[in-house]
C-alpha cells in the first residue's frame, strides 16, 4: 500500500500521506525509516532542528541497497534552520544536510520558520536550536526575500526538486509572492481540528501551494513534551463527534482525523512506531467522509495552537526571550 499523490506547482507528485521525523530518536530513527518504507511509505519529512537525518539516511540507504525502493520512488523533504537564513549560509547548510542524508538533492526543501536567528557554526553546536548561546534567542540580519532568493538559486543548482515555505501567516504569503521568482511548492502548518486556520489554508490554494498539516493529532504531538497547554486539552482521540464518526465508519479516531485533512486535499504527515498504527495511518484515502461529517469536525475549532515560538514560557521551547 501506498499513499496517492497530489501534483504540486513545481510540476513534482507529492505523497499525500508521509512519514514525519519530529522526535524520532536517534537511536530508533534508521530502523524506523527503514519499516516505514517496507509498509508502503514514501514521503518522509525531516528537518535540520529535529536532529536525526544521519539515522533517516542511514534507514533510506538500507531500503534502497535492499531493493525495496529505489531513491526516484522517495520524496524526501528537509528544512533550513533559523540560524541560516544569511543568503551565503543557506547553500552550505542545504549541502550538509544532503551529505547527513547521503542523498544528492532533495525532493522539497522547506524554510522552517519565518525567523532569522544569528549565525551558530555547525561545528560549535548542531542542531543549533532556538538559542545562540544556549540561553539566549538572538536575532539575526536576514530578511524572508533574502533567504527566499537564496531558496530559489538551489533549484537552480539542483539541489532541490521544489522549494516551500512552513509557519508562515497569510500576510507573510502575501508579502512573500510579491517578488517570488518561485512560488513556494508547499506551505505546512499545524493544523488539526482545534486550529483549522480554514482562512490560510484557501490563500495557499489558491495561489498554487499545496499545504501539508502537522501535529494532525492536536494536543497530542505536544503531550511528551510537557507542554501544559496540551495537557490541559481534551484529547482529539476522545472526542465524542469524533469517536462517533470514527465507529460509524469502522475506522480509528486517528483515521478520521487524517482523512478529515486528506479529504480537502491537504497531506499529512503522522508518525508510529506501531505496526498496525502505522498501516491504518496510510490507510487514510480509502474511504469518505461526508459534507455533515467534514463540517462538524472543523466545528470543533478553538483557533488553538501548540506549536508557538513567541510562548516563551513554554518547556516545548525552554529558551528566553532576548530583552
Request: net charge neutral; charged share 20%; with cysteine.
Amino acid at each position: 500500500m501506498t499513499s496517492p499523490t497530489v501534483k504540486l506547482n513545481s510540476g513534482y507528485q507529492m505523497p499525500l500521506v508521509g512519514f514525519g521525523l519530529w522526535k524520532v530518536n536517534n537511536d530508533t530513527c534508521a530502523d524506523t525509516v527503514y519499516n516505514a518504507i517496507k509498509t508502503g511509505y514514501r514521503l518522509f519529512d525531516g528537518a535540520c532542528d529535529y536532529g536525526n537525518e544521519v539515522e533517516a539516511g542511514q534507514g533510506v540507504a538500507r531500503a534502497i541497497k535492499e531493493k525495496l525502493v529505489t531513491r526516484d520512488e522517495l520524496f524526501i523533504v528537509s528544512k533550513l534552520w533559523n540560524s541560516f537564513h544569511d543568503h551565503d549560509r543557506v547553500e552550505p547548510i542545504c549541502k550538509k544536510q544532503l551529505n547527513d542524508w547521503g542523498i544528492e538533492r532533495f525532493d522539497l526543501y522547506i524554510v522552517h520558520f519565518p525567523i532569522s536567528l544569528k549565525y551558530v557554526d555547525p561545528s560549535d553546536r548542531y542542531p543549533p536550536g532556538f538559542t545562540f548561546d544556549g540561553n539566549k534567542v538572538v536575532p539575526g540580519n536576514a530578511t524572508i526575500q533574502e533567504t527566499w532568493t537564496a531558496m530559489e538559486s538551489l533549484v537552480q543548482k539542483g539541489l532541490t526538486k521544489s522549494i516551500g515555505i512552513s509557519n508562515f501567516n497569510g500576510q507573510l504569503i502575501m508579502d512573500l509572492l510579491r517578488y517570488a521568482k518561485i512560488v513556494p511548492a508547499t506551505l505546512q502548518i499545524e493544523h488539526h481540528p482545534y486550529l483549522t486556520q480554514e482562512g490560510l489554508v484557501k490563500l495557499a490554494q489558491a495561489n498554487g501551494m499545496a499545504v501539508t498539516a502537522y501535529s494532525s493529532f492536536g494536543p497530542q504531538s505536544f503531550l511528551e513534551l510537557e507542554m501544559q497547554r496540551a495537557k490541559d486539552t481534551p484529547l482529539l482521540f476522545d472526542n465524542k463527534t469524533v469517536k462517533t464518526i470514527a465507529d460509524k465508519h469502522d475506522k480509528t479516531p486517528a483515521q478520521v482525523l487524517l482523512r478529515w485533512a486528506t479529504q480537502r486535499n491537504i497531506a499529512v504527515i503522522p508518525k508510529s512506531n506501531n505496526q498496525s498504527r502505522l498501516l491504518q495511518n496510510l490507510d487514510v484515502t480509502r474511504f469518505d467522509l461526508s459534507k455533515s461529517e467534514l463540517a462538524e469536525i472543523s466545528g470543533l475549532n478553538q483557533h488553538l495552537r501548540f506549536n508557538d515560538p513567541l510562548n516563551a514560557s513554554s518547556s516545548y521551547l525552554q529558551y528566553k526571550l532576548l530583552n
